[in-house]
């Protein structure tokens, strides 16, 4: 230890900041039910790309972009440890804090653990820890007794334990981010509390409490060695960091190729715009590109605009576990909505009956009383029997007095940045969008990212009932200027992106209606075509409801693999033009934003989340031990649906299942990085980057890339770290 | 009324099916488009359900025939029914989970030989036919375990597997020696009768009966060797469905078919009720505790099984017999449709009105203590765990506990009393002593679980679950001692 006092202070205080910017490092993942895209990389935007690949290649031993495998990840203490006992030390310390916060975090427990206070949580791991007598049966033992004499909370446990490790500080930051890499999963999980708290101008300690209990672990298995042998181990893991050189070659070529391809699309005239008396509204989703462009080449009647799925409405939907938001995970809910409760009678019953499942011995008179009863559905599995589960819309409802002047604020957001504050024709339908899949963990991640992983069936319906409410229509005419014709009238729609159907939400029998839904009709046809060879199905709507409806199927769809671009433009200059369901489309017209806010909004909106699906997608397919969440014919879910483990344990898995990627023999599509493209002047741009640090960086550290395009559609300049250039 | 020709169609029948997954087993591979290989599983899987329910008719009408080493009689034509249904119902659901996976073939071709192995043992009548079919389960089943053999976790469980394997292959082999050289009989069937005629078990018989007992105990993964059965989820989720609801049943099946000796060893029996309640109390603790759905199902399995060889060793054979099907219907679909997420969360219940519910379990029990020393065994033990399972409904919403509570009694007394029908002749009257020790075990079991609801705060609650999680350590002094 350091006897000299101010050294002493000084270092103290920085091993702090160091453990919480570690932890910092980590990007959050939301439980199962609301598992959206993040960036996995989230915390590494201020590097650049090659240099945030080496890194994560010693901290998470992450192998993202070859010229990476020359390093291996750096050793800990409790690998070191474990060499010496003689058993793999890294994976006992993983499995004692997998098994104790899958059960400490468990979902069905509603006390408040989530509530972002670290010193609970690390208090709840000692003392937990401290009557378990794993350690001692692997010869461990003294951990249990050292941690009694560690200081109270989990800021001094860190402040005492760096301190005694004394580590330079850059080796210090790697160390720990070596740390947090080594449970990455139940990281990214509470990192989620913390997150969501801090964007709402709170904060919490949980990411901070876990990495402290990893650390304490560290340092109390290596403590009978010295020291000095702690020294030495781990100046020789750091020591040992062999020269990495990532290559962003293979990601070049890729996007070169699809560029290419791109420009050669965009080259072509554009189909002529249809004057209908129809405009569909649908999600930017990349699933969206193909039915807008088969609907708007069967059917003169409809013309259809890019939005993100929530339609502005950052609602709230009160449901049994609390209220789960169905916006963006960017914005905190706004507006609360509740299904009314139509208490059905054998609702209770049955709960009753299936939680005895879960009690012990209770289980055992279960078993021997209603076992039989799944007679049925072994019947089905066997026969290949597919019963599908119809998707319900139980209309939703405000939860309180809604507050009309601020919806009516949003509803002119949401107006004017998707260009439905003027030109409106007689019918408006507002298209969200739904994935349907049985004995999915991951079907959230199929769904609206937009919704939270939900439906966008609740934000259609409560958009649209909002815009057709009279009270909503004259206050937006008066305080925002906004003219909805009275002929005019709003419908809310859902396209199921793994059938391919879409339902209004309504009855209703409106002839424009009818047309709409014969036009769906007759657009699905080709768009099942076109999916259905990509998943090496029959084209028909029965081969596609067969997957929804499976409980053995592991790909009901390829969900947003894929997803390649992101284009804010005229929809006239993409109309027509085959982007392969690879691409966000997001209205926008520059000459309709003179003041460039909605260019702002759709840079720091929408593409930042677009960005989020697309690494994800890419670090599940480059890097898919450690940030996939591996197979899905091994997943065992964890905690009441906080994520899943691979087989029996180990770490919570981050990302997504190897089959959202994989077909098998291959990945189905090469990863790359998110182009956009922007129909916009590139001082606009230019003037939200430099106001928005996050934004840039993704651009400058080659997280993703950023075009501007000519008014005639071409792909124009590119803004790369030294700024615009002509391609 | 019996059939026997009935009966005798059944037995070809079955054989072919049988011969079906042996030789889709072995020729899987022969069929080279995937389609191909896919729409013989699609065959298999579909014929299962229709002749699951032709074999459950064949049960029900008591008829039997023995031919090639093979008998049908109602328990084997029951047990082959459950057998084949489960059978398809996995293979069914492999065909699309494992699509694209280049494993896939092999992985459908070890199912298929697996299910006909089981197949064959659920109507194995010849000791060595027997023997042999119970171990080639298990070496075909070893396969399935390893279909990721880079998984360390994965190779770790089947070689525990298959060292219990070994040992209760080896104590099968030496009590059907012994069995077959002092009865002089080839065939389980000839047993009873052989015993019927010389009165008096001579000690060759009594370690023969111990054996079968070991062999049952390692084989349904009791506590404490259970390890293998709670690990195997680094293989996919059908395979799990396979041997919670298939494999783990040959240990019972071995009891049931062995049951006129088996209950000549007073003190082997002791052995199995006491391991059976063990693994009662230790199964149902940890599966409540669990952090992930699969280990919770999967420490239930060793509780179930564990209630399945208390209920043998009670004498309770058609019980047990029962059981085993209910169980592994209700398992196979619990593990085949473990992704589900569910929408409501089982909170656990507040701790008021528990001291109720503890009174009620106090009631409870004394009825059953009364009606003990007239009803059957089996009957009594399944009233003792339908009053363990009343005591836990959650009581917030009174109609749906009510309804809950008269559902479960009943259907347990229909269907309990619907099966004895058939099978009711199997049971063999034993000493009453260790039904009271099973209840008794019961009886601890329902403290214990009204301590962690009532009390979940306190320092002992807090250690049970904490020990219960950790299925009380076995499993780490195992892996300790196997370097890991």
């Not at chain 1, 901070?208 to 290596?222: G, N, P, Y």
């Not at chain 2, 009711?424 to 039904?435: K, W």
């Amino acid at each position: 230890m350091n006897a000299l006092l101010p050294d002493f202070v000084a270092s103290r205080l920085d091993g702090l900041a160091q453990l919480r910017a570690a932890a910092a490092r980590i990007a959050p993942q939301w439980p199962l039910a609301s598992f959206i895209a993040v960036n996995p990389f989230m915390g590494y935007v201020d590097l650049d790309v090659t240099d945030a690949a080496a890194r994560l290649r010693q901290t998470h031993g992450a192998q993202l972009l070859p010229g990476t495998s020359a390093a291996s990840q750096l050793t800990s203490l409790a690998a070191w440890v474990g060499t010496r006992k003689g058993f793999d030390g890294e994976a006992f310390v993983q499995e004692r804090i997998s098994q104790w916060a899958a059960s400490h975090l468990d979902l069905n427990r509603r006390d408040g653990r989530m509530s972002g206070d670290g010193d609970a949580l690390f208090a709840a791991w000692r003392e937990e820890t401290r009557l378990d007598p794993t350690p001692d049966i692997y010869g461990v033992g003294h951990v249990r007794r050292e941690l009694g004499r560690l200081p109270g909370s989990a800021d001094q446990c860190v402040r005492h334990l760096l301190d005694e490790l004394d580590l330079p500080e850059e080796a210090c930051a790697l160390y720990l981010e070596r740390l947090a890499g080594s449970m990455a999963g139940w990281m990214a999980l509470v990192r989620h509390i913390d997150w969501t708290l801090e964007r709402d101008g709170g904060r919490g300690h949980l990411a901070e409490a876990l990495l402290c209990i990893r650390l304490v672990w560290d340092v109390l298995l290596a403590r009978p060695y010295g020291v000095e042998a702690l020294h030495e181990a781990l100046q020789s893991a750091l020591a040992d960091q062999a020269d990495l050189r990532p290559d962003l070659s293979d990601l070049e070529a890729q996007e070169a190729q699809w560029l290419g391809e791109v420009s050669h699309q965009l080259k072509a005239p554009p189909s002529p715009a249809a004057k209908g008396q129809i405009k569909a509204v649908f999600c930017i989703d990349v699933r969206s590109e193909r039915l807008r462009r088969h609907l708007e080449a069967v059917s003169p009647d409809v013309t259809t605009v890019g939005f993100a799925g929530f339609f502005g409405l950052a609602l709230g939907v009160r449901e049994p576990m609390g209220v789960r938001p169905s916006c963006p995970a960017l914005l905190p809910a706004r507006f609360t909505c509740e299904v009314p409760q139509t208490e059905r009678p054998g609702k209770g019953l049955s709960h009753a009956l299936k939680d005895l499942k879960a009690k012990g011995g209770a289980a055992l008179a279960y078993v021997e009383s209603l076992g039989a009863t799944s007679a049925g559905a072994i019947a089905e599995l066997a026969m290949g029997w597919t019963r599908a589960a119809p998707t319900r819309h139980d209309p939703v409802r405000w939860a309180d007095t809604p507050d009309l002047d601020a919806l009516t604020q949003t509803a002119a957001g949401f107006l004017k940045a998707s260009g439905l504050n003027a030109d409106l024709t007689p019918c408006v339908i507002l298209v969200g969008h739904e994935a349907q899949a049985r004995n999915n963990p991951h079907l959230a991640g199929l769904q609206c990212g937009a919704c939270g992983g939900r439906s966008g069936a609740d934000n259609a319906r409560m958009m649209s009932d909002l815009l057709n409410a009279s009270e909503v229509r004259q206050r937006l005419q008066a305080q925002h200027g906004i003219a909805i014709p009275a002929s005019t009238r709003f419908f809310a729609a859902v396209h199921n992106t793994t059938t391919d159907q879409v339902a209004l939400l309504d009855q209703v029998h409106d002839p424009l209606i009818d047309r709409f839904r014969q036009a769906c009709e007759r657009a699905a046809v080709f768009v099942r075509a076109e999916r259905a060879a990509l998943l090496g199905e029959t084209p028909d709507l029965a081969a596609l409801s067969r997957r929804a409806a499976d409980p053995s199927e592991v790909r009901p769809e390829w969900g947003l693999a894929g997803c390649a671009g992101f284009m804010a433009a005229p929809r006239a200059l993409t109309r027509g033009k085959n982007l392969e369901g690879r691409v966000f489309l997001h209205d926008y017209v520059s000459a309709n934003d003179p003041d460039g806010a909605t260019l702002e909004q759709i840079l720091t909106a929408p593409v930042i989340v677009a960005s989020w699906i697309n690494l994800q997608y890419l670090a599940s397919s480059l890097a898919p031990d450690v940030f996939g969440a591996g197979d899905k014919t091994l997943h065992n879910i964890v905690g009441g649906g906080l994520g899943v483990f691979e087989g029996n344990g180990g770490d919570l898995r981050l990302g997504l299942p190897r089959q959202s990627v994989h077909d098998g023999e291959m990945l189905r599509y090469p990863p790359q990085r998110l182009s956009v493209m922007l129909a916009a002047d590139t001082a606009r741009i230019e003037a939200v980057l430099q106001k928005h640090a996050g934004l840039r960086h993704l651009v400058e550290n080659r997280w993703m890339r950023l075009f501007s395009l000519a008014p005639d559609g071409q792909i124009d300049k590119e803004r790369t770290r030294s700024g615009w250039e002509a391609r | 009324m019996t059939y026997p020709i009935l009966a005798d169609f059944g037995l070809i029948i079955a054989l072919t099916y049988i011969g079906l997954n042996l030789l889709a087993g072995l020729g899987l591979r022969i069929l080279k488009p995937r389609a191909h290989q896919h729409r013989l599983c699609r065959l298999t899987a579909r014929l299962s359900a229709p002749l699951a329910g032709l074999f459950l008719l064949l049960a029900c009408s008591q008829s039997s025939s023995a031919f090639l080493g093979l008998v049908l009689t109602p328990t084997t034509s029951i047990l082959f029914a459950l057998a084949i249904f489960i059978g398809g119902a996995v293979l069914g659901f492999s065909i699309r989970y494992l699509d694209g996976d280049p494993r896939q073939m092999k992985f459908l071709a070890d199912m298929h030989l697996t299910l006909g192995f089981i197949g064959l043992f659920m109507l194995a009548d010849s000791l060595w036919l027997f023997a042999a079919s119970w171990i080639l389960i298990s070496l075909s089943l070893h396969r399935l375990l390893l279909v990721f053999p880079e998984r360390a976790g994965a190779r770790r469980a089947a070689l525990k597997k298959f060292a219990l394997a070994r040992g209760s292959d080896a104590a099968l082999v030496a009590a059907l020696v012994l069995v077959g050289q002092t009865l002089h009989v080839s065939s389980l069937s000839a047993v009873a009768a052989a015993l019927q005629a010389q009165p008096g078990v001579s000690p060759e018989l009594g370690a023969a009966a111990l054996l079968l007992i070991l062999a049952a105990i390692l084989k349904s993964a009791q506590f404490p060797f259970h390890g293998w059965l709670v690990e195997v989820m680094e293989t996919p989720t059908p395979v799990s469905a396979l041997l919670h609801a298939g494999v783990v049943n040959a240990g019972g099946v071995l009891l049931i078919r062995t049951s006129a000796l088996i209950v000549h060893n007073e003190a082997s029996l002791w052995l199995l009720a006491v391991t059976g309640a063990l693994s009662v109390v230790t199964g149902s603790l940890a599966a409540m505790h669990q952090g992930s759905i699969k280990s919770a199902l999967a420490w239930s399995t060793v509780a179930q099984m564990g209630f399945m060889l208390l209920q043998c060793a009670l004498g309770a054979f058609s019980a047990a017999l029962f059981h085993i099907i209910a169980h592994a219907l209700y398992k196979a679909n619990a593990f085949l449709s473990a992704g589900e997420l569910s929408k409501t969360p089982s909170l656990s219940p507040e701790a008021s009105g528990r001291s109720r519910v503890a009174i009620f379990a106090l009631s409870a029990a004394v009825i059953i203590w009364l009606v003990a020393s007239v009803a059957p065994a089996g009957a009594v033990l399944s009233a003792a765990v339908l009053a363990l399972a009343l005591m836990q409904i959650d009581l917030r919403n009174k109609v749906a506990a009510t309804a809950a509570a008269l559902m479960l009694a009943t259907g347990l007394i229909v269907w309990r009393s619907l099966f004895d029908l058939p099978f009711g002749g199997l049971d063999i009257a034993a000493r009453p002593e260790r039904l009271w020790f099973g209840l008794a075990v019961l009886m601890l079991l329902a403290a214990l679980q009204v301590l962690l609801s009532a009390k979940p705060d306190a320092p002992a609650s807090k250690a049970l679950k904490l020990h219960a999680r950790n299925g009380f350590y076995i499993n780490a002094l195992i892996n300790r001692s196997l370097g890991q």
